[in-house]
């Protein structure tokens, strides 16, 4: 199995800035991509940052020039720089892991349990 587990969350003021974590632990074989998705109450989810093994990145066009996400490799861990926050950038902030597990080699996305930022003055 796949542990994902997120840190970071928190309060800050509208321009503030937050740097969330996550790290995948068990049984990797390999790590695909992992990324953070949002979802604000009464909306679906949706992706803020993505990065694959290749450090090729793409962001959802709402934190475009905002958000930076970024990747150690040798911890399985992936962070996410958010400046110049807005109020509309508050929701629970999901960090998703799609990776190859031992010992069958299947790929499958596991998910962490969700870290709230709330943009607020």
């Known amino acids: 199995q796949v542990q994902v587990v997120e840190s970071g969350g928190g309060l800050v003021q509208p321009g503030g800035s937050l740097r969330l974590s996550c790290a995948a632990s068990?049984?990797?074989?390999?790590?695909?991509?992992m990324g953070w998705y949002r979802q604000a109450p009464g909306k679906a989810r949706e992706l803020a940052a993505i990065?694959?093994?290749?450090?090729?990145?793409d962001y959802g066009d709402s934190v475009k020039g905002r958000f930076t996400i970024s990747r150690d490799n040798a911890k399985n861990t992936v962070y996410l720089q958010m400046n110049s926050l807005k109020p509309e950038d508050t929701a629970v902030y999901y960090c998703?892991?799609?990776?190859?597990?031992?010992?069958?080699?299947?790929?499958?996305?596991?998910w962490g349990q969700g870290t709230q930022v709330t943009v607020s003055s």
């Open positions: 068990g049984s990797i074989f390999s790590i695909i991509h």
């Open positions: 990065i694959t093994n290749g450090n090729i990145a």
């Open positions: 998703n892991a799609q990776a190859i597990v031992r010992p069958t080699l299947n790929r499958a996305d596991y």
